[in-house]
């Protein structure tokens, strides 16, 4: 047993309360009991206690989209003239990186992006995989990085006919042999869903196959929805219907779906989303650096879709994607009153559900019974915090970068900003070596 005590205590979840000197009580990757710290020293009085007196307790963040293979071309220069547009951006960067990866460059990015994610707090990740010409373990590299880091994460590989019929089916095995694994293991920190690219990218035959292998695995997918006008417009020359409404056809819809981004749709293919219960990620950096739009955030939440927040490989620090969120559909929508109340909704609020449907706990609130995700935040509020007010800390005031403590499932994976369970230095050093012979590669 273990006690995180003795600090400011948001709990947040339906009935968000904060606790002054409040604590929790952790047992077998579980919350026990959340309390004043003295009351649950008299409960548990064997516990390993650990004080954080003058920090903020809260649970750790959830990242709803993201893309761990990306790591590598931080930093990395493209030669010739810079991409115009979205499918530019895809053709001279991202599909020449994903065709240069190597299994070897596929581990040390999964490891680089999840120290990071501990180190910004962020405890849970749905993450989106590509690589072509490495596809056969592919997943199984990423998990490795997963168990051993200790981070909560779901995978998928990108199937797409862009590469060709062989790349294809390989892509489709890889997906269904890793979810069977991940089944027969059973592990609450390590599950697995069928991937798709994107609509532009997938022919009839090919999606009838995902479809089909989705129905018998009873699992969703997670793909990339309208995330630019082209992949819309494609869809609607070719198939004269909308990017969600295709999907719909081949009953792709539902609470094991995890469409992401989803910036051109229309009123109709949101009704779909809402009435399907489909679980949507917005991705508001990536949005914006892409230049492919600013989602309709507002009118998807007016209609109930289960929207939440991703990171599409942009950021590490969902605080940081938050900011951005908050901003940027004040700017769109050039009314300064939208953001305050969708953004946190986003992640405290319909991320937590979201991953109800991919992993077998209770995720994104400190309450006996949910898991044991949380972090410690060095914040001492200079201004009373309080329930109501908690957002405008966190976003006026936070950063990931302040997180100094992380626990998933009850492990303190970091601790006074130290990792427990790997050398960092060791392998960003590794890392450097291999994303240089990549960029010679690429």
Same mark, same amino acid.
């Given at each position: 047993?273990?006690?995180?005590?003795?600090?400011?205590?948001?709990?947040?979840?339906?009935?968000?309360?904060?606790?002054?000197?409040?604590?929790?009580?952790?047992?077998?990757?579980?919350?026990?009991?959340?309390?004043?710290?003295?009351?649950?020293?008299?409960?548990?009085?064997?516990?390993?206690?650990?004080?954080?007196?003058?920090?903020?307790?809260?649970?750790?963040?959830?990242?709803?989209?993201?893309?761990?293979?990306?790591?590598?071309?931080?930093?990395?220069?493209?030669?010739?003239?810079?991409?115009?547009?979205?499918?530019?951006?895809?053709?001279?960067?991202?599909?020449?990186?994903?065709?240069?990866?190597?299994?070897?460059?596929?581990?040390?990015?999964?490891?680089?992006?999840?120290?990071?994610?501990?180190?910004?707090?962020? *405890?849970?990740? !749905?993450?989106? @995989? &590509?690589?072509?010409?490495?596809?056969?373990?592919?997943? $199984?590299?990423?998990? +490795? /990085? #997963?168990?051993?880091?200790?981070?909560?994460?779901?995978?998928?590989?990108?199937?797409?006919?862009?590469?060709?019929?062989?790349?294809?089916?390989?892509?489709?095995?890889?997906?269904?042999?890793?979810?069977?694994?991940?089944?027969?293991?059973?592990?609450?920190?390590? *599950?697995?869903? !069928?991937?798709? @690219? &994107?609509?532009?990218?997938?022919?009839?035959?090919?999606? $009838?196959?995902?479809? +089909? /292998? #989705?129905?018998?695995?009873?699992?969703?997918?997670?793909?990339?929805?309208?995330?630019?006008?082209?992949?819309?417009?494609?869809?609607?020359?070719?198939?004269?219907?909308?990017?969600?409404?295709?999907?719909?056809?081949?009953?792709?819809?539902?609470?094991?779906?995890?469409?992401?981004?989803?910036?051109?749709?229309?009123?109709?293919?949101?009704?779909?989303?809402?009435?399907?219960?489909?679980?949507? /990620?917005?991705?508001?950096?990536?949005?914006?650096?892409?230049?492919?739009?600013?989602?309709?955030?507002?009118?998807?939440?007016?209609?109930?879709?289960?929207?939440?927040?991703?990171?599409?490989?942009?950021?590490?620090?969902?605080?940081?994607?938050?900011?951005?969120?908050?901003?940027?559909?004040?700017?769109?929508?050039?009314?300064?009153?939208?953001?305050?109340?969708?953004?946190?909704?986003?992640?405290?609020?319909?991320?937590?559900?979201?991953?109800?449907?991919?992993?077998?706990?209770?995720?994104?609130?400190?309450?006996?019974?949910?898991?044991?995700?949380?972090?410690?935040?060095?914040?001492?509020?200079?201004?009373?915090?309080?329930?109501?007010?908690?957002?405008?800390?966190?976003?006026?005031?936070?950063?990931?970068?302040?997180?100094?403590?992380?626990?998933?499932?009850?492990?303190?994976?970091?601790?006074?900003?130290?990792?427990?369970?790997?050398?960092?230095?060791?392998?960003?050093?590794?890392?450097?070596?291999?994303?240089?012979?990549?960029?010679?590669?690429?």
């Amino acid at each position: 047993m273990l006690i995180i005590g003795n600090g400011t205590l948001v709990t947040l979840g339906k009935e968000c309360r904060v606790i002054e000197g409040g604590g929790v009580l952790i047992e077998n990757g579980l919350i026990a009991a959340v309390d004043n710290t003295a009351d649950l020293l008299k409960t548990a009085p064997g516990a390993e206690y650990f004080d954080c007196r003058g920090k903020l307790i809260m649970p750790g963040f959830t990242c709803a989209h993201t893309h761990t293979y990306g790591t590598f071309a931080r930093g990395m220069a493209l030669s010739g003239e810079a991409p115009a547009d979205f499918p530019q951006v895809l053709e001279r960067l991202w599909w020449r990186l994903d065709r240069a990866l190597s299994l070897e460059d596929i581990y040390y990015s999964a490891l680089v992006t999840f120290i990071a994610c501990l180190k910004n707090g962020t *405890t849970t990740v !749905l993450d989106h @995989h &590509a690589g072509p010409n490495a596809i056969s373990g592919s997943l $199984e590299q990423i998990g +490795r /990085a #997963a168990r051993e880091t200790g981070i909560r994460v779901n995978l998928c590989y990108e199937i797409s006919d862009r590469d060709g019929p062989a790349k294809m089916q390989a892509g489709l095995e890889e997906n269904v042999s890793f979810i069977r694994r991940c089944r027969e293991v059973d592990s609450a920190e390590l *599950t697995a869903t !069928l991937g798709m @690219h &994107a609509s532009f990218t997938i022919g009839p035959e090919t999606m $009838e196959k995902c479809a +089909r /292998a #989705a129905h018998d695995m009873d699992t969703g997918v997670h793909i990339h929805v309208a995330e630019s006008r082209e992949d819309a417009r494609h869809c609607r020359e070719k198939y004269g219907i909308g990017v969600v409404e295709r999907l719909d056809r081949y009953d792709l819809l539902g609470p094991k779906t995890l469409a992401a981004h989803c910036v051109h749709i229309s009123e109709e293919e949101m009704d779909l989303l809402a009435g399907s219960g489909t679980n949507v /990620a917005h991705n508001p950096q990536s949005n914006m650096n892409n230049a492919v739009g600013c989602a309709p955030v507002l009118r998807m939440l007016e209609k109930g879709v289960k929207l939440g927040l991703g990171s599409d490989g942009m950021t590490t620090d969902m605080i940081e994607g938050m900011k951005t969120a908050h901003i940027l559909h004040k700017h769109c929508q050039e009314d300064p009153r939208v953001g305050w109340i969708e953004v946190p909704q986003m992640q405290f609020g319909n991320n937590p559900q979201i991953m109800g449907s991919y992993f077998p706990v209770k995720l994104g609130e400190l309450a006996p019974g949910t898991a044991a995700d949380l972090i410690v935040v060095d914040y001492d509020p200079p201004t009373p915090l309080t329930t109501e007010n908690f957002y405008g800390h966190l976003v006026f005031g936070m950063t990931g970068r302040m997180v100094e403590t992380t626990l998933v499932a009850g492990k303190i994976l970091m601790r006074n900003r130290s990792l427990t369970t790997i050398n960092e230095e060791n392998i960003n050093s590794l890392a450097r070596e291999l994303a240089a012979k990549l960029w010679k590669r690429f």
